[in-house]
């Protein structure tokens, strides 16, 4: 396991690595958003709304990631009629199904979130003249984000590498580079590498989320 | 001349009620203490003044003005200006613990009320100053003590300028020190003719500070009267026998 060969294997990991972070940042971005829309849904007083968003983290939560993704990559493509329209690019289907998947789970943090405030929050905030859009915006909140950040960052950390799942679906990341450097040069060095970078990308991730943590204390 | 009209409030949940036909005024300047044993209704007649509870029938009537009348509510924007003469205290302080001692004080007035900024800033200064927390504007309510915070709940009731303040419970979450604190904000505040009503098991307060006493058991008004008579020569069973087992 020679320095010069891992600088030689370096490169073309990295540009994985890159697949890696962009699924990453796209999924986080999109799926807390939505996260927390479904978790208003779920806890809707139309009940039929409530019912669906249920339904849905609960399909999303009790199904492999996996499948989802297949089904999402090879699956839907061979729906008749309409599956030839339903033909992604892999990596937008890979995004798909990561974002679909996540926002379940951030709805369930962000439920937990909202369970843990006292309901004396809200009744101060009423008797103090607050309407329930001032209610949630300015007291729940804040408060929800905060009380969720540690299951949010677990969550984050959980989904950096959950993206190797992309090698089922050939879109070439990080550890798609590793394991066709493996098979090409008889070495286990580039899966050494591929869990090198894996733990700096989770490692960076951590120490931001301490940060943030640390920011938001109030204490 | 009354500020607070209380007229055949009733409250059940299921077959339990919880305040039957209960009547009292409240004159203004009046400090209006409520004792009474556990789960009597105090606090849920107290919750029902300003809409923590919706009563199932009766009147409430603050300054004139029908919050409810016989069990039928006006319209919200009508409960909403009402409900804002009146402001709350808490067993549990209630204040929001990702906003400073300052932003607690501040929140309400700056979304509420709409005063400029400056105008808040220095009534905020002002109430810190009266209660003694100056130093501890900038604190999180996480770093305050039990009585501390519970003068902090004060001060934020007070930055909304209620006509009336409603006390639940206010020393019954502190350790016994801290309760002397509060009970001396409290006090100060009667001193200049704040209205207040009162939940409380500080019998002590009660007898020195009220000018009224109320005993609730079983959701409804036992007895009420001035507290040297209420307390020196209660007329009911009931009452000698609260008093006898909290005065013990």
Request: net charge neutral; charged share 20%; with cysteine.
């Amino acid at each position: 396991m020679s320095f010069d060969y891992i600088v030689s294997i370096l490169g073309p990991m990295l540009e994985g690595a890159q697949m890696t972070i962009l699924l990453f940042l796209i999924a986080i971005a999109v799926s807390i958003p939505l996260g927390f829309l479904l978790t208003l849904a779920v806890r809707s007083r139309f009940k039929t709304l409530s019912r669906l968003a249920q339904t849905y983290i609960y399909v999303m939560r009790g199904t492999p990631l996996l499948l989802q993704l297949l089904f999402i990559c090879f699956g839907l493509p061979m729906i008749p009629v309409i599956g030839e329209y339903l033909v992604l690019d892999r990596f937008v289907a890979a995004c798909l199904g990561f974002i679909l998947n996540y926002a379940a789970y951030f709805a369930e943090i962000f439920r937990g979130g909202l369970l843990a405030i006292d309901k004396g929050q809200y009744e101060a905030a009423q008797v103090l003249g607050l309407n329930k859009f001032q209610t949630m915006t300015r007291v729940i909140l804040p408060q929800m984000f905060r009380i969720a950040l540690p299951a949010v960052a677990n969550e984050s950390v959980t989904l950096v590498k959950d993206t190797a799942l992309l090698y089922a679906v050939a879109v070439p990341e990080l550890l798609h580079f590793a394991e066709t450097a493996v098979n090409r040069d008889f070495t286990i060095a580039p899966f050494l590498v591929a869990g090198i970078i894996y733990l700096i990308m989770t490692l960076i991730l951590t120490m931001f989320f301490k940060w943030i943590e640390k920011r938001f204390n109030f204490a | 001349m009354a500020i607070i009209e209380v007229k055949n409030l009733k409250k059940s949940y299921g077959h339990l009620d919880v305040l039957k036909q209960i009547t009292f005024d409240v004159n203004k300047n009046d400090v209006v203490a409520v004792i009474g044993p556990s789960g009597s209704g105090k606090s849920t007649m107290l919750r029902s003044l300003v809409q923590l509870e919706t009563i199932d029938g009766g009147s409430i009537c603050v300054s004139g003005d029908y919050l409810v009348k016989d069990g039928v509510y006006s319209k919200p924007a009508d409960i909403k200006n009402i409900t804002a003469k009146m402001g709350m205290v808490f067993q549990h302080f209630n204040l929001f613990p990702h906003l400073t001692v300052k932003e607690n004080l501040e929140l309400a007035p700056k979304l509420v009320k709409k005063q400029a900024p400056s105008a808040i800033q220095q009534q905020s200064k002002d109430i810190l100053e009266k209660i003694g927390l100056s130093s501890h504007a900038n604190a999180y309510p996480s770093n305050l003590s039990g009585g501390q915070k519970q003068r902090v709940a004060i001060a934020r009731a007070l930055m909304m300028n209620p006509d009336i303040l409603l006390f639940d419970e206010p020393t019954s979450a502190l350790d016994p020190e801290l309760t002397g604190e509060v009970l001396q904000v409290m006090k100060d505040l009667a001193k200049e003719h704040m209205t207040m009503i009162v939940v409380t098991h500080e019998m002590g307060f009660a007898k020195e500070v009220a000018n009224r006493v109320i005993f609730m058991d079983n959701g409804e008004i036992v007895e009420s009267g001035h507290p040297a008579e209420l307390f020196e020569n209660p007329q009911h069973e009931r009452t000698k026998a609260f008093l006898n087992r909290s005065l013990k």
